[in-house]
């Protein structure tokens, strides 16, 4: 199957919503877990937020308080950490599966306890995924059928031998409307040829919409010894770059 170029997708895709990338890189010595997050705004209120870095992952926050009008649905963490695994996603599931994992349950039973976004007309989908020490990865998204709030649909892919320089990638929307039409089908399957965080970010933020832009997160794990390098974009601030010599990987509780 063919790999598309993931900066040439977003490039013809000014509204994506929010999206995640998960996958494997390789540096030409060893391989290296890929996720990214980003999250896309029009109104002010989406606009005003940043990512900011939390002692497990990242949490939104906004920008400026003083103009922050309703705090439901983008104020949360979207990356957290649970042992030595990865939690990405679009809101405050994040936390459901977490708490599930702490608790010896799986994060699709988790996510059987949630359903789409409140947000009528768009019901925006909940997109998901976890990556485990090994570099396997695993999407989810919940979404309404054809807008009927009344049924949820839930999709699981997971991907236990992930492949050098292969990712996948899902995201919310797929343009605008009203109401935005939901992402559909399968995760899209993309090459991953940065060697580095650092080089990826740089492509990504590049190719997201200028005026849709909020927050970019992107980190590389070091699959030999846990040894994380994450940059943080911000519409309002600064390139964020660490790189740390030391694993992110805890033992499971």
């Not at 199957?1 to 509204?15: I, T, V």
């Not at 005003?48 to 439901?72: H, L, Q, Y």
């Not at 950490?81 to 994040?94: A, E, Y």
């Not at 976004?117 to 768009?122: G, K, L, R, S």
Request: charge should be neutral; aromatic fraction near 10%; glycine fraction near 8%.
């Amino acid at each position: 199957m063919e790999k598309l170029d993931l900066a040439a997708y977003l490039r013809q895709r000014p509204y994506p919503g929010r999206g995640i990338l998960l996958g494997q890189a390789h540096n030409g010595t060893w391989a290296q877990s890929v996720m990214a997050y980003f999250i896309m705004g029009r109104s002010e209120n989406s606009r005003n937020r940043v990512f900011e870095a939390t002692e497990d992952g990242i949490r939104t926050r906004a920008f400026d308080e003083s103009k922050m009008t309703d705090p439901s649905l983008i104020i949360y963490h979207p990356v957290r950490m649970v042992g030595s695994t990865t939690i990405v996603t679009n809101g405050d599931q994040t936390d459901t599966i977490a708490q599930a994992m702490r608790d010896k349950h799986s994060w699709i039973r988790a996510l059987r306890t949630r359903t789409y976004e409140p947000d009528e007309p768009n019901y925006t989908p909940r997109i998901s995924g976890i990556v485990h020490r090994d570099g396997s990865y695993a999407l989810s998204i919940l979404k309404s059928m054809d807008g009927d709030p009344e049924v949820c649909q839930r999709h699981f892919y997971e991907y236990s031998a992930p492949r050098y320089q292969t990712g996948h990638f899902i995201s919310t929307y797929e343009g605008f409307g009203s109401p935005v039409p939901s992402f559909s089908g399968e995760p899209v399957r993309v090459a991953i040829t940065a060697s580095s965080a650092g080089e990826l970010a740089d492509q990504l933020w590049e190719s997201l919409n200028e005026d849709n832009r909020v927050s970019l997160f992107v980190r590389y794990i070091d699959l030999r010894n846990g040894f994380p390098e994450t940059v943080i974009f911000n519409k309002h601030g600064r390139r964020i770059h660490t790189a740390p010599k030391t694993s992110i990987w805890k033992e499971e509780q």
